[in-house]
């Protein structure tokens, strides 16, 4: 059965539209942005407070939910950069497209604020998951998850698409967010010290922190990562949680949203192919640890947990369930 399709009308030049025909499931993606920043929080803070727990704190508040605060108060409050022009750019396509469900055309602008939030959570959700299946201890679950909590805090105030994937923007977005991790632990250890008489996070931990997070968009540089010092399974999980966003409902309509606005095409199958050959051709990078990656259509993938990987094709499957998409 042929699923709804909706016009949207995007402005171009001066009295210039085009008019792209969307799927439901894009609309749904969007609007999954949303509820990623509020529904799901519940569920991201008791998991972070579970961790939190069990690594030495004891209550609500303390201390993986304070840095989710933290960082959700900075990409909030307006001082990252990523996709600031995409509510304004939605509200514009919205006001023309008439076709398209009113309260979609009212909300949509706001559920497209503040992405790197519904990214983070999402990631966190996946990293979770993976850390529970595969049986992680405790320790290396507080390290992972501080780690994919802040990775992607610090993004700078950026124009657009291109400049965001930019070198000089990747490199800038992992060296800002271990500084503010670093000075967000020494406070947190402080604080720690007056109340429990001992720190949370140990030297070693914040430097095993720093070092995931200072190289965690390394294949993006071409470059693979450096394990010394690490379980190399630490840098597995955050890699593939944080990929495993890109074929997320709400990732995937955001990437969808982003080539309407910025490179004029809305073609779901090819940005499906186009993620699947990402994921494969990246652990091309990889010389360390090459062996143990999955092979998805008998090319290896950057999965190397065998929870990561049958996420990803758990996603793919559902993508092409709901964008009617047919590949050879
Ligand atoms: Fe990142
Ligand atoms: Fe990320």
Redesign the pocket.
């Known amino acids: 059965m042929n699923k709804q399709r909706y016009a949207l009308k995007v402005p171009k030049a001066e009295k210039i539209t085009e008019e792209y025909m969307v799927d439901e499931a894009f609309l749904i993606g969007l609007c999954r942005l949303e509820d990623l920043k509020t529904h799901e929080q519940e569920l991201v803070r008791s998991m972070l407070n579970e961790v939190s727990i069990k690594t030495g704190g004891i209550s609500w508040l303390e201390p993986l939910n304070q840095l989710f605060d933290y960082v959700k108060n900075k990409i909030v409050d307006g001082e990252t950069g990523r996709d600031r022009h995409l509510p304004s750019a939605l509200e514009g396509i919205m006001l023309l497209s008439k076709d398209v469900p009113p309260y979609i055309r009212r909300y949509s602008p706001q559920w497209v604020k503040d992405t790197d939030f519904s990214h983070t959570t999402a990631s966190l959700i996946y990293t979770s998951d993976i850390c529970k299946r595969l049986h992680l201890e405790d320790e290396l679950k507080k390290i992972v998850m501080s780690s994919m909590i802040v990775?992607?805090c610090a993004y700078p105030k950026v124009g657009g698409y291109e400049e965001f994937t930019s070198e000089w923007c990747r490199k800038e977005?992992?060296e800002s967010a271990v500084k503010e991790f670093q000075r967000w632990a020494a406070e947190i250890n402080r604080n720690f010290k007056i109340k429990r008489g001992k720190e949370y996070y140990t030297d070693r931990d914040i430097e095993q922190i720093s070092k995931i997070v200072g190289q965690?968009?390394n294949p993006s540089l071409k470059l693979d990562f450096d394990y010394d010092g690490l379980d190399e399974r630490l840098i597995f999980i955050h890699r593939e949680a944080?990929r495993l966003w890109m074929l997320n409902k709400a990732g995937f309509a955001l990437d969808l949203l982003r080539e309407i606005v910025e490179k004029s095409r809305y073609n779901p199958k090819a940005r499906l192919q186009h993620v699947i050959k990402d994921h494969q051709e990246e652990s091309e990078k990889y010389k360390k640890f090459s062996d143990k990656c999955e092979k998805y259509n008998n090319q290896p993938t950057i999965y190397r947990t065998w929870v990561g990987f049958n996420s990803f094709t758990e996603l793919i499957e559902k993508i092409k369930r709901d964008y009617e998409i047919y590949l050879e």
Do not use: C, F, S
């Open positions: 990775h992607d977005h992992m965690h968009d944080d």
